[in-house]
Structure formats: C-alpha cells, structure tokens
C-alpha cells in the first residue's frame, strides 16, 4: 500500500488545492440560521413534494426521466409523429364522419336495418342541408348531421314550436 | 514522559466530553429544543458544506445539498440510534443525498467554483508543484482548479466520494466505509481506481517520477 501511496504523491499534492477552495466571505454566519428558519418554516416541503411523498414511485419515474434527457426526447418526439399523423389522416377528405360513423356502429343484426335507415336519413339531410341553405336561413331551423343536436319534437309533454316535420320527398 | 503520557489523557478526556456533549445536544434537539439543533449545524456545517461542494464542484448546489442535509437530519432525529456518532450519521445522510443528486444530474454538470483562499499560494504541496515538477510551469493555480475539478467530476459517484472523503478531507478507510455502508476493502479498492483515473486525467499536471 505504500508503494501505491507513493505512486500518488504527486496527485495528492495537487489534491491539497481542494482544500483551499472557500465559499464566499461571511456564508457561514447565516449558515444555520437559514436551516433553522426552514425547519421552523417548514416551507422546504413544498405542495409538490407532499404529493410526491404520498406516490414516491411517481417522483422515481420522474427522477429517472430527468436522468435521461435522450429517452425523454424520443418519446415526445414519437407522441409528436403519432398525433400529426393522426391530424393528417382526419383531416384527409376520404374520412368523413359517415365513414367513422358506420366504422364505429355496432354490428348488431337486430338494429343494423334501423341503424341503417338512419345513416341513410342523415345522408339525405346534409344533401337537402347543402341545396335548401337558403331555405333554411329563412326558416330558422338548422339541419344538422350530428343526431345528437336534433331539435327534440315534444319537450316536457308539449310540443316544440321550433320543430317543423321535413319531408325528403321534394314536396 | 509525563507530558507523552498525559497528553493522550488529555485527548481521550476532551472526545469523551464531547461525545457525551453531542449526544446531550441530539437529545435535546430531538426534543424539539431547536438552540441544540442551531449548536450541531454550527459543528458540522463546514464539513458538510465541503463535501457536497468538493462532490459537486458547484456553490449553489453544494448549498441546496448540505441545508437539504441538515434539514433531513432533523426530520429524521428520532431514528437516529445512537450506533454511529452523529457526526457519522449526518455524513452518511449527506453523502447518499449528494450522490442521489449526482445520479440524476449525470448530464447537468456545470462548475462554479469557489475563489482560493490566501494560503494556497504559500502551500508546500503546490508550490512544488507548480514552480519546479509541472510541466505546464506556467500554469496558473486556478487553472489548475479547473482541471482538477473537471477530472473530479468525470469520476462515478461513489469514486468520487471515496476520494473526497478521504483524500480531500482527510476521513479514515473505515469511518468511510461506515459512512457509504460498504466494507473497508471496497474503500480501498475505490480510492486506489479513482486515484488511477485522475492520474491519467491529470497527467500533463503531475510530476512524473
């Protein structure tokens, strides 16, 4: 061992410089006082860091995270492809709500004919919505794809002034 | 003779009283009587400070770590046994928080270093070092700050700690090994590969025998 502590001599020479490294003049004098105060203040818990000591596998996943920036930035960088790709193919013209309507309905037998029907009257509606527009500016009422904001014919038992009965036979 | 022989006594005397202040002061601290806990962060708080500074070569982030440091250790008096000295307790505290603190800041590192004090222009070690062995015998010392810090800061954490605790500040093997809850050979074998490696990073500044 002493042979290897000769070895280092030269590089324990230039370790004694470390020890006159200093903070700056006068750090110390407050030094306790600071830690002190933040005992009694308890603010160094913060609200962050009370949650995290109640998930602490959470705060360990994000401590790892923050240890690897790479990884971090390869995912965004995935999530970031995945959601433009999802924006694109939206937007493209060949995926209109219909089509992700009859993708998305249910394939039960018993309701795919009146399923159907319905579809096939929504189509019938945004047709007769694009050529009547100014019609139904005159009147008032809004024809709309979406079932889900049809005006209701009777609400609370009385009939819906606002509903007109529409006929797609052209009469 | 008598002077050799009393002068031991002496010693053991004094240790053994401030054992028994030390514990006397955890006592009264884990009470809550916060002046006790303001007299142990006055003991320990260069060291503490020193260490966290020499193991992150950064002054801001050596002062988060030991007031984190101290703060933990408060927090956490009341499991605090009595097996180690406190002093070795709130080490070991310390040193696992800044080498946490290393871990997740692996690709983070900036320096900021402290000013050398007066004396190290008058320091026997590296006045030779600098006028008659470096090469580099125009290097500056606080060009040699710098290189000696970023060399530190290439060495693992718990390299770099061993070298720290016991090269920097002087701590005995076997306290280290306390301290970083290894045993004593793991120390050396630490210390001897972490020297290694600063060795052949610091080899354009070391005398070559």
């Known amino acids: 061992m002493n042979e290897n502590e000769n070895n280092f001599e030269s590089l324990r020479q230039l370790l004694a410089l470390k020890k006159h490294e200093v903070p700056p003049p006068g750090y110390f004098n407050r030094f306790s006082h600071r830690v002190i105060n933040e005992i009694e ?3 160094r818990l913060t609200d962050s860091e009370r949650f995290f000591a109640t998930v602490p596998w959470l705060f360990r996943l994000l401590s790892s995270m923050q240890a690897r920036p790479a990884l971090v ?3 965004a960088t995935g999530i970031f492809v995945l959601m433009a790709i999802g924006l694109i193919v939206a937007d493209r013209p060949d995926s209109s709500p219909e089509v992700a309507a009859s993708a998305m309905a249910p394939v039960d037998p018993a309701n795919s004919l009146s399923m159907s029907q319905t579809f096939a009257s929504s189509d019938l509606m945004t047709a007769s919505a694009s050529s009547n527009s100014a019609e139904t500016a005159s009147t008032g009422l809004a024809i709309s794809t979406n079932l889900s904001l049809q005006p209701v014919a009777s ?4 009939p819906n002034s606002l509903v007109q009965p529409a006929s797609f036979n052209g009469n | 003779m008598g002077m050799i022989m009393a002068e031991p006594a002496t010693n053991t005397s004094t240790e053994a009283s401030n054992v028994s202040d030390e514990m006397s002061l955890v006592s009264r601290a884990r009470r809550g009587e916060m002046d006790a806990y303001d007299e142990l962060v006055r003991r320990y708080q260069e060291r503490i400070y020193a260490t966290m500074y020499h193991m992150t070569s950064n002054h801001e982030d050596a002062n988060d770590l030991a007031q984190e440091s101290f703060i933990k250790a408060f927090q956490a008096l009341k ?3 009595g097996d180690s000295s406190f002093y070795t307790w709130l080490y070991r505290i310390a040193v696992n928080k800044a080498i946490n603190f290393i871990k997740q800041r692996r690709n983070r590192v900036s320096m900021s270093l402290n000013d050398l004090d007066t004396n190290a222009e008058h320091d026997p070690d590296l006045v030779a070092l600098i006028s008659h062995k ?3 015998r125009a ?5 040699l700050q710098e290189k000696l810090n970023a060399a530190i800061l290439k060495l693992s954490e718990q390299h770099r700690a061993v070298v720290v605790l016991h090269d920097v ?7 280290i090994a306390d301290i970083m809850g290894c045993n004593v050979g793991t120390v050396r074998s630490r210390l001897f590969y972490a020297r290694q490696q600063l060795q052949g990073l610091l080899a354009e500044y070391l005398d070559k025998k």
């Open chain 1, 155 to 158: 609400m609370f038992g009385h």
């Open chain 2, 169 to 175: 500040q002087g701590v005995p093997h076997e306290e």
């Open chain 2, 134 to 136: 470096t090469p580099h």
């Open chain 2, 139 to 143: 290097a500056t010392l606080a060009e």
């Open chain 2, 79 to 81: 499991s605090f046994k």
């Open chain 1, 73 to 75: 930035g390869t995912a």
């Open chain 1, 41 to 43: 203040s308890g603010e």
